[in-house]
């Protein structure tokens, strides 16, 4: 197994220059991308804890089981969607499948209510999600310099999150001049997809890894086999136990919501204090996972998840744990969501590297679907703040866990050759 060299043009450069610059436009232009279509998709999830347990009246059991159909519902094509990019070497347009998907099932949203139909309308969102998001991370890989790789996923996540601290915000002041104004908030959401999904068809090149007089030939199979053995298996292990013990952000909020007025008073803007501290954190974490090893990030991370795990849990109710717990959970995702998408790609290579990322994608999906699921359960049948302080526990312990099983990979490999693993 080898850490992969990045044969695109960005890779040749031996010291490419420090700052913006060492970042490619289309790794910008698809942060814009996936920033105006995280307005569309943080807009709804943001308010969507309350639309399903007050405006429709369902209960907890019912939200767990729609967030974790959110959270992992997206699996059953993320390795599909990977596989595609990879063997038909078309990354951009497979991406932008995906992205076109999730605009069509907002229509759904105007129309539909009720536990069967959200499901279906949240089924398609996700399936788009799923699609995309593999060739997407492939491709700002393809566009980068591999030793600043971690640097050009946390810019990208840094744009992405921007549209994830505005789509919530979107969705507070339109509910804050029209109550119960739900409707007008899915008519929002749907504008900024297709404006997403447009802005991906016209601006961004389609970066093929093939050369142009090979494009007619057979495409040659994914090699399967790299991606299940040696340090990717670590990897996926990983992945999958920490995946098991991370519940969803919207439970987070319902407990701090039923414990402090602000939160409650304030709920969608909850939403927004995670993202803004995603994106003020994305870049710095990005360089320090160049730096000092991304999987060393990666685990670290989880940390952070465990520190607002016990604030959530804890007997406080004023400002201060609210915000605190914000920012734990942002740090977080800032120091995992591309940290890991990095760490992947630098275990394959081109031929195989959108599948990579898919399958571990799968992973983390499926566990959080589990948990998600599971925390419901858990809430209903012990109460909240037992419930979030077994998943703390558990937490706790499978941190050094992960730590042991990834210790052959918490170095910080030079990705400009390739390395025997």
Known sequence: MYISLDNSPAATTPHPPRGVRTVSSTVITLGIVSMLTDISSESVSAILPLYITGFLGLSTIAFGVLDGMYQGVSAVVRIAGGYASDRLDQPKWVAFVGYALAAVARVGLLFWSGFAALSAVITADRIGKGI????????????????????????????????????????????????????????????????????????????????????????????????????????????????????????????????????????PLLYVGTNVAFLALAVPLGRLADRVGRARVFVWGHVGLLAAYVVAALPFADIAATILCLVFLGAFYAATDGVLSALVSQLNGPESRATAIGTAQTVIAVTRFASAAGFGILWYALGREPAMLIVAIVLAVAIPLVAILLRPLLGAPQPHDSVAM
């Open 132 to 267: 995309r998001t593999a060739p997407r991370d492939a491709l700002i890989t393809a566009t980068s310099d591999p030793a600043y790789l971690g640097r050009s996923f946390g810019i990208h996540r840094m744009l992405d999150n921007i549209g994830a601290a505005l789509g919530p915000l979107i969705a507070f002041v339109i509910l804050l001049v029209v109550p119960d104004g739900f409707h007008i908030v899915f008519v929002a959401s749907l504008a900024f997809a297709v404006i997403g999904v447009a802005v991906l068809a016209l601006l961004v090149p389609n970066v093929r890894r093939r050369r142009r007089e090979d494009a007619g030939t057979r495409p040659p199979r994914v090699p399967w086999r790299s991606i299940v053995r040696g340090p990717m298996r670590r990897v996926l292990a990983a992945a999958g136990i920490l995946g098991l013990v991370t519940i969803g952000d919207g439970f987070v909020y319902l407990v701090l919501q039923a414990r402090s007025d602000f939160a409650a008073l304030w709920f």
